[in-house]
Structures are given as C-alpha cells and as structure tokens.
C-alpha cells in the first residue's frame, strides 16, 4: 500500500498543500470549518507527517527537553516527582505536535554542566523545562541560558531570575495544612524538612510555621526533623521525633515519601494511625493512595504546572514572544484515612 502524502490529504480536504501543512503545524489564522475538514481527512487516510521534513522547514527542532534530577542515584529511588513531570510535559507536547526528551542530570555530579550542555548542543530542542532541586541551581541555568535555549523553570522556589517559571502555592497551602490539624485539636504539631537543595520544599516550612502562628501555636525548635525526601530519612526522623519526652500527636512531612516512612514507623511501635497519630504528606503521588492508611496530602498540581510550562514553551517558540513573568497554579488538600482528631 502506497505511503499517504500530504497532496492526498490537501486533495480530499479540497484545499492547497499550504493550508494542510498550516493545520498540521497547528499556525494561527486557519478557519475552523477549513481546521475540520483537514483534520478529518488526516484521520481517514491516517496520515503521519515526516517529522525530519517538518523540522527542516520549520526552522525548528519540534522538541522540547525536560531536565530534571536523576532519582536513581539515591539510596531509595522515588520516581512519583518524575512521573507526574512527563504526563504533564507529554500532554502538551502531543496536543501541541511537540516531542518531549527526557534527560536526567546528575546534581552531584561535578560534569553536570558538561553534560547538560553536551545534551543541548546534540538534540537541540526548541525549549527546556528545568524541574526542580535543578531549576534553583544558578549554574545550570546560566548554562542553559549561554545556548540561547528558551526555558521554563518548575518549581524554582521563587520568582527570583529572569526566565519564566511556573509553581505552586507552597507556603500558603502548607500554613493551611498545618491549620487543618490544629483544627482537629492536635497542639503538638511536628515538622519534617525536605532536602536543602529544593526551595520549593523549603517553602513548606515556611508554611508549617506560618499556620501555627495564624493556630496561636508556638513553634518548636524540637519538633522540626530533617529529612532529604527519601522514605528511609522519613523513618529516621519519625523514629527520633516519637521518641520525644512529649511526642507530637501529628507529623507533618514536606513530601509523601517521607510522611510513608513515618506510617512505617509507627506500624513498627504499634501506634495507631490516626487515632493517636496524625499524619500528613506533601505531592499527592500515588503511594499517598498505596500505603494504608491514605495519607492526607497536598496535590501539587506538578502535571498541570509542566503542561503549562510545556505549552508557553512551544508557544512562544511559534510566536518568536520572549519569555518574561512567572505563572502560580495553586495546590489543594487531600483529606484521606491518615489524620483525624487529636487523642483525649
């Protein structure tokens, strides 16, 4: 059978190849009836454009790069942050007639600006979304900024650089976290951090301390652990936190694999949850679901905010627009079995 070509798409769509090519590329200014009638006759004769040919003409590699940490190089690899990155990215890539290539970085490694300019000089993609702990690190930036290539940073932390970013509403939702378990009568509230590398984290800290003042709570030096956002550091310190002379009735953890690891912990002590123990995460990744009992999260829209970032990529690369300003899509709690009232 005959490859379909784009003069048999234009030839049953009864328009030019130049109209055809338009849709395809999906430019401004085509008509909507003129828009159906090409997209219907893509679909019945099941046209694929040449990607390569596309490229060539366009000027452009229809690509766009998601750089992010490579979580396979920690002692409890979490893939959750990860997934939820792609399907975002590749929505807006498919919708928008983009590919999406993934490269994970090595932030330790200390050829990881080597490495991420190599990548960009061979696959040369029309834009970059830089994920966080990456998105906050001054010399990757640059890096990528030295290239020309038009980026997106994720989850920077703050609106703080001259590239565009997109976040979430960290602190705010975090202080309202905190307020929802003061509200349940729990007054010894704990803290674990995240790793010191991901502002964002960090800003849910600022949250946690923000929602006992507005509880007329008093903050706790005691009460704050340290954790790296592995579940293994969410049993270490839910492990020292329980021990406490006086121990929190609810841990508040800055990411779902930590708040895992203190339900871990307290199955192990035989401490019920939540009947004497609260416990909350941050991320809403699918072990919030998984573990028993569900853990009361916050939803970061972390799917919503890369599709955005993928779409203002594209976007402006079809406009030749300058990407300036940062976007905030807010995050929202996920009551579920792990928390409830504080014991008598």
Do not use: W
Request: hydrophobic share 40%; charged share 20%.
């Amino acid at each position: 059978m005959p490859k379909v070509t784009i003069d048999d798409v234009a030839e049953l769509a009864g328009v030019s190849i130049k109209t055809v090519s338009r849709v395809v590329n999906r430019e401004p200014n085509v008509r909507e009836l003129t828009r159906e009638k090409v997209e219907q006759a893509i679909a019945e004769l099941n046209y694929r454009p040449n990607q390569a040919a596309r490229s060539l003409a366009s000027h452009h590699s229809r690509l766009i790069g998601l750089i992010y940490d490579d979580p396979s190089v920690y002692e409890i690899p979490s893939a959750g942050y990860i997934v939820k990155m792609q399907e975002g990215a590749l929505r807006a890539c498919r919708k928008l007639g983009y590919e999406l290539l993934i490269h994970p970085c090595r932030i330790r490694d200390k050829h990881v600006v080597a490495d991420l300019k190599a990548f960009l000089e061979e696959a040369r993609p029309d834009g970059i979304i830089l994920a966080a702990p990456l998105s906050n690190m001054p010399k990757l930036v640059r890096a990528i900024g030295s290239t020309g290539s038009p980026l997106v940073r994720l989850a920077p932390g703050g609106k703080n650089g001259k590239h565009y970013s997109v976040s979430t509403n960290d602190r705010e939702i975090s202080a309202e976290m905190t307020r929802y378990l003061a509200s349940l009568g729990h007054r010894n509230i704990a803290f674990i951090t995240g790793h010191p590398s991901h502002k964002a984290v960090g800003n849910r800290f600022l949250g946690y301390q923000d929602g006992l003042e507005q509880s007329d709570l008093q903050f706790s030096p005691q009460l704050v652990a340290a954790g790296d956002n592995s579940i293994g550091s969410g049993e270490i310190c839910a492990q020292g936190l329980l021990e406490l002379t006086q121990p929190p009735t609810a841990i508040f953890a800055a990411n779902d694999d930590m708040a895992a690891g203190v339900i871990r912990v307290a199955d192990r002590l035989g401490i019920a949850v939540p009947d004497q123990l609260s416990i909350a995460g941050c991320d809403d990744i699918s072990l919030a679901q998984q573990v028993y009992p569900a853990i009361t999260t916050i939803n970061q829209p972390l799917s919503e905010m890369a599709d955005r970032a993928a779409t203002i990529l594209i976007e402006a690369t079809r406009h030749k627009e300058p990407l300036k300003g940062f976007e905030i899509v807010p995050a929202t709690i996920k009551v579920r079995d792990s928390t409830g009232p504080a014991p008598a």
